[in-house]
């Protein structure tokens, strides 16, 4: 087919004709959005981590007439390699929602009056010194996030634990991952994971625990699935309560009755041994074991505690404790057939098969999370299956600086930015970086954030600041803390972008600038620092999170801890901040390199990225000729005995399902962003309530027909999806709580894992009824 | 190939140079921005942008290879410009998906059974547009089916115009890709055939190396300067 002369002209002329009304008629367009009147040339792009999920995929932010306006994703960001997800892709719609907090609120007469910020501003400061001289300095507290940038939690707890003086610091990280942290910090003595996500190029096997990754960590799942399409041998096998769209596109889908988890993760251990799988070389040389204490509670109960004990034992004790966890019995507890066990264990145990494990929620928010954490360690030590590329134990993070922010700048009421507030030594570290008496910092603990709601329900604390999370919809027992935080003489700041359930209980209500209208860091799942830049002008009188607690900290008195101005502090908190990690194990890179790189993975040493911990090869810190597990006095890691113990709450004749909660692709946490942006709301516009196809026959309950779900603590209604994206097995439910219509946190229950302090959101029992 | 639209192009040569010299006014611009970091990005972007192609050469000839003649030939009117701005939020999103599917879909790649090949679907009455990155098989990570067009509340969403068409650097040279090819690396998948947008499709499809004539749009290239 030769191009004639004639029709070229024709093409020419028609598109220049095409060009000539977009451009002189700028009013005339094809797309349904409003136009920016700029030109379709105006944009520049500039680079930031996403907004949402731990992953941490680099985006290129289009910028034009000083408003976000598209998105690609960066090539040079080896997280996603230029691929987004659908949240990522419509990322910046997400600070254009009509009802923008813009001002700052003050609670008047029970009503919500607009006020300048200084004034909102001088009012937290004013309750903060009446509340510490009449209650004491632990009745006031700040109640962060793992969307909460370095720089916010960093002076949130230098304010707080360095100049207060109280622990009083907590995140919603500690609903996310404590269980992972703590974990890591038993088996390991470190935290976060030894790999990194090149373990997704290398890997043989993948294996995810309870982890719907298609949809929570979709562009990781896309890594695994284009690495099996490459090499054709590669297996996604999926080990869940629940069939979902992970499932689907797995080679093999296994599931397990609730909790049981623990039993088959053990049984693997007891098949792998028995079958002379153990790889004894790397056992011997780098494994140690312990017992810890056993019927460890569930912590319902106000000022619960729980401190283990760990006894050492040798392989004879680990031999005789998987006695129990034989797959023939474990069947029977977990609903995996021994021969399913046992194919887990073959590929675990097969020395030519590299193998990664990925979790998150469904490890981790368990009422023995810690102990799962543990335990697929376990699995992962006895084969030597670790720290080396594609063979990785690899816990995910849910939130975009859960890592960067609450466990590495140590936002949580034991820790501080290095180490623990308990440790002589850690304390003078912070005091000297911080210029405070040592005294300053107070050697206890106080709440964690189930408990510390609790006193706030009790009136132990009476003032709550609360940034950059929505608390009155992730609550588990919901409707106790919503009624402890609205009891009189109780005062609650809420700093956020848009109003959510928590403002509207809040006293004072700070506008502040999300995401890319200011500049942060966050920190991802694997161990990588992400820049960016302020890319946008903030909204109104919004305000940096960071900026908002140095203004109120100055109130207080503390100028001279807080003297930065606002041209560079962000850059000067992160020289301070990175003092605290300055050893060739937690080295952080400097801050014109993250301002140049798509992100850059610690430890840092000498100009060279950590990408494998542990392994000597990879790892500048690490002794010897291949592993050295240093987080331990004795360079050992340790494998756990943790039985399998039951949940807090299981199903009975009055309440005969499981509920199991958790997020969808299309929106983030509480939706408060994602259900602003108009493809995430189009896709999934309210919750619904999974249910099995033949409980619904039997229920009388039809697709989109109304539902009562009810527990012993509250009850909703709600939309019925049978047969939908997720499919649980009989018996089970699976509700999204995205959506502040349909609280399904005033049905769960606040059991936590005793050593994590994590709430269990994905078991408790309910009754189902057609409404 | 007659195409009704030709007509319109007819009488607008010389209204199109004027275009032209607007178009390149606004792209001076967009040049003379004094932010020392822009430069640096943007020159990995363009680098990026164009890489994809020459990255995926073989891929893409191959495909080309591999499409019959008869569907490079292919035309249709099912779909314009304006149908296919209308499934994104800004130029370049990735589209809505416009007819149901179902939840329960088993491996995610069956959308590929009509998506990567195209051709015409009886139970849609249309011919199948196709995607340009067949290799992505997790299709819904960022393609929606919508359930409401309502909105949870309104929002203040603005973006640039979608690019010009057209373009030529002189009257009848071929334009220039208007776009980045990141995802977009294959020409043939949206610009040939009965599936493609009646705007954009070439009319010499038989011409597999696209990029042989078409460069990326001039607005990201510096000058050239010899003293520099």
């Known amino acids: ?771 | 190939m007659e195409k009704p639209d030709y007509k319109l192009g007819k009488v607008t040569i010389s209204f199109a140079v004027i275009c032209l010299l607007i178009v390149m006014g606004i792209i001076g611009n967009g040049l003379m921005g004094g932010d020392d970091t822009k430069s640096s990005i943007q020159s990995g972007v363009l680098i990026a942008a164009t890489a994809g192609f020459d990255e995926k050469g073989a891929a893409n000839f191959q495909r080309f290879e591999s499409t019959s003649l008869a569907y490079l030939a292919g035309t249709s009117s099912d779909r314009n410009l304006e149908e296919f701005y209308s499934r994104r939020q800004y130029s370049g999103s990735p589209p809505f998906i416009p007819h149901p599917v179902d939840d329960q879909f088993g491996a995610e790649k069956d959308c590929l059974s009509c998506h990567q090949n195209g051709g015409y679907t009886q139970k849609w009455k249309r011919n199948a547009p196709v995607t340009p990155h067949p290799e992505q098989e997790m299709c819904r990570q960022c393609h929606m089916v919508k359930k409401t067009d309502q909105q949870f509340v309104d929002h203040d969403w603005l973006s640039v115009p979608p690019p010009r068409l057209g373009g030529s650097h002189l009257p009848g040279s071929p334009p220039p890709f208007p776009h980045p090819l990141q995802m977009r690396e294959n020409c043939i998948a949206c610009h040939v055939g009965p599936g493609a947008v009646t705007e954009i499709r070439v009319d010499h499809p038989s011409r597999g190396v696209c990029r042989q004539c078409h460069m990326p749009e001039a607005a990201h290239i510096e000058p050239f300067d010899r003293d520099s």
């Open chain 1, 1 to 771: 087919m030769e191009l004639s002369r004639r029709s070229f002209i024709k093409t020419a002329a028609f598109n220049s004709a095409m060009a000539a009304a977009a451009v002189l008629f700028p009013g005339v367009t094809f797309g349904v959005w409003k136009d920016n009147n700029a030109g379709s040339s105006s944009i520049t792009w500039k680079k930031t981590p996403c907004r949402f999920c731990g992953t941490g995929c680099g985006l290129l932010v289009g910028v034009s007439n000083d408003r976000a306006v598209a998105v690609k994703g960066d090539p040079n960001c080896s997280v996603n390699k230029g691929l987004c997800c659908v949240k990522g892709y419509h990322s910046v719609q997400a600070l254009y929602g009509k009802d923008r907090l813009k001002t700052a609120q003050i609670r008047k007469k029970g009503k919500l009056v607009d006020v300048p910020i200084s004034e909102a501003l001088d009012l937290i400061a004013l309750k903060m010194k009446e509340t510490i001289k009449k209650h004491g300095k632990d009745s006031v507290s700040i109640y962060g996030s793992g969307q909460w940038t370095i720089p916010d939690g960093y002076v949130a707890s230098k304010l707080f634990k360095g100049c207060i003086g109280t622990n009083n610091v907590e995140a919603n990280a500690r609903l996310c991952m404590a269980s992972a942290v703590v974990g890591f910090m038993t088996t390991f003595g470190l935290d976060e994971p030894m790999g990194c996500y090149d373990d997704i190029d290398h890997a043989d096997v993948f294996i995810t625990w309870g982890n719907n990754m298609a949809e929570m960590h979709p562009v990781l799942f896309s890594r695994m699935v284009a690495n099996r399409k490459e090499k054709k041998h590669v297996k996604i096998i999926d080990f869940a309560t629940r069939n979902t769209r992970s499932s689907l596109a797995s080679d093999k889908s296994i599931l397990f009755n609730p909790q049981t988890d623990l039993a088959v993760a053990n049984s693997i251990c007891y098949e792998i041994i028995r079958n002379n799988w153990v790889n004894w070389d790397f056992v011997k040389k780098h494994v140690s074991f312990f017992k810890g204490k056993t019927d460890i509670g569930y912590g319902t109960e106000d000022h619960f505690k729980f401190t283990d004990k760990l006894n050492p034992v040798d392989i004879d004790g680990y031999k005789e404790f998987l006695k129990d966890y034989t797959p023939e019995k474990v069947e029977k507890i977990s609903g995996v057939s021994a021969k399913d066990i046992k194919y887990l264990a073959s590929i675990y145990g097969d020395p030519t098969k590299k193998v990664t494990s990925f979790w998150c929620m469904g490890m981790n928010q368990h009422t023995r999370g810690t102990w799962i954490n543990n335990l697929v360690y376990n699995i992962h030590l006895l084969v030597g299956k670790i720290s080396s590329p594609g063979n990785s134990p690899f816990s995910l993070t849910g939130q975009p600086s859960a890592c960067g922010t609450v466990r590495e700048v140590g936002t949580l009421t034991h820790a501080l930015p290095k180490g623990v507030v308990m440790s002589a030594k850690h304390r003078e570290m912070a005091a000297k970086i911080w210029k405070v008496p040592v005294e300053n910092i107070d050697p206890k603990p106080t709440y964690h954030t189930v408990e510390m709601f609790r006193a706030l329900d009790r009136g132990d604390i009476r003032f709550m600041w609360i940034q950059v999370t929505n608390p009155m919809v992730t609550m588990p027992n919901l409707t106790r803390y919503r009624n402890g935080a609205k009891k009189d003489d109780r005062f609650v700041v809420v700093s956020d972008v848009y109003p959510t359930p928590t403002t509207d209980i809040a006293d004072v209500i700070l506008p502040a600038a999300m995401w890319i209208e200011r500049e942060g860091f966050y920190g991802n799942s694997e161990r990588r620092t992400q820049h960016f830049e302020q890319i946008v002008p903030a909204q109104g009188d919004a305000m940096c999170d960071t900026w908002q607690i140095i203004e109120v900290a100055r109130r207080l008195g503390y100028q001279d801890k807080f003297p930065w101005s606002q041209e560079n502090y962000i850059e000067e908190i992160w020289n301070e901040y990175i003092q605290f990690h300055d050893t060739p194990k937690h080295r952080m890179a400097p801050y014109s390199l993250l301002k140049q790189r798509s992100g850059v993975q610690w430890p840092f040493v000498e100009g060279k990225e950590t990408k494998w911990r542990f392994n000597a090869k990879y790892d500048p810190a690490a002794k010897g000729k291949d592993f050295d597990f240093y987080g331990k006095p004795d360079h050992r890691a340790r494998i756990l005995l943790r039985p399998y113990e039951p949940a807090a709450e299981f199903p009975d004749r009055d309440y005969p399902f499981w509920l199991n909660t958790g997020r969808v692709l299309e929106h983030w946490h509480t939706g408060s962003m994602t259900r602003r942006v108009p493809i995430l709301h189009a896709a999934v516009p309210e919750a619904f309530v999974e249910i099995n196809a033949k409980d619904a026959a039997n229920l009388g309950i039809v697709n989109d027909g109304k539902v009562k779900i009810s527990s012993r603590r509250g009850s909703v209604v709600m939309k019925a999806s049978i047969n939908g994206r997720g499919n649980p097995p009989m018996g089970m439910v699976f509700v999204p709580f995205f959506d502040e219509s349909y609280l399904i946190n005033e049905v769960t229950l606040d059991a936590f894992c005793p050593m994590s302090k994590q709430p269990d959101y994905k078991k408790c029992a309910v009754k189902i009824e057609r409404v």
